[in-house]
Structure formats: structure tokens, C-alpha cells
């Protein structure tokens, strides 16, 4: 089992940066793949961004391709979100998620799940 704790979310303007940070509980990070979803109000829980258990392979949504860059520390048993040119409409609340399958995009297939960080951007 793995516990997930986010941070780094904040208010930016747009065309600004931040970075979100999630840190994993125990010994066996390395072996779970993760992912970043995000939920703003009102709308489904959607995919942003995957990478896989050694950080050779990385996905993204079409709509932070280029924008976003999913990264982790294995030795840190911590992956990052670097978020750049951000615009309104990437407000939300951003989770971080691990699976102990090969990267996907679907919500439903991750096992486990952060409280959340919220991420404002005014535009």
C-alpha cells in the first residue's frame, strides 16, 4: 500500500508556473506507476498526466502536451508536475494517483489517490 500527499498548488496568473510535488509513503514507489488527474467544479475527473515505474516513458493529455511536464525521483519516492504557460481553464484541484499497472489514462485503474491540491490560475 502506498499513501499520496500533494503540494505545491497555489493561485498563478496566466502564463505563469508552478510546481506540484507528491510524496509517496513506503518502500515500494519504484514499482508503481504514476499519474496526474485534475477535477474542476463541476466536471468529471480528467486525465493530465502518466509516467511509468523507471521515468523512461511519459503521457500526457492533448491539452497540456508541451505545457506540462510529468517527472519523479524514485530515490525521493516523489513525482512532480511542472505546469508552465497555464491558462484559466487548468484551474482545479490536482491529484497525484499510482497504479501497479503500465501507464494509462483511465481513472478507474488507479489504485490509490492524494487529498488533492488546488491550482488557481486568474486570467
Known amino acids: 500500500q502506498v499513501q499520496l500527499v500533494e503540494s505545491g498548488g497555489g493561485l498563478v496568473q496566466a502564463g505563469g508556473s508552478l510546481r506540484l510535488s507528491c510524496a509517496a509513503s513506503?518502500?515500494?514507489?519504484?514499482?508503481?506507476?504514476m499519474g496526474w488527474f485534475r477535477q474542476a467544479p463541476g466536471k468529471e475527473r480528467e486525465f493530465v498526466a502518466a509516467i511509468s515505474r523507471s521515468g523512461g516513458r511519459t503521457y500526457y493529455a492533448d491539452s497540456v502536451k508541451g505545457r506540462f511536464t510529468i517527472s519523479r525521483d524514485n530515490a525521493k519516492n516523489t513525482v512532480y508536475l511542472q505546469m508552465n504557460s497555464l491558462k484559466f481553464e487548468d484551474t482545479a484541484v490536482y491529484y497525484c494517483a499510482a497504479t501497479t499497472r503500465d501507464p494509462v489514462s483511465a481513472a478507474r485503474l488507479y489504485n490509490y489517490w492524494g487529498q488533492g491540491t488546488q491550482v488557481t490560475v486568474s486570467s
Open positions: 513506503g518502500r515500494t514507489f519504484s514499482s508503481y506507476t
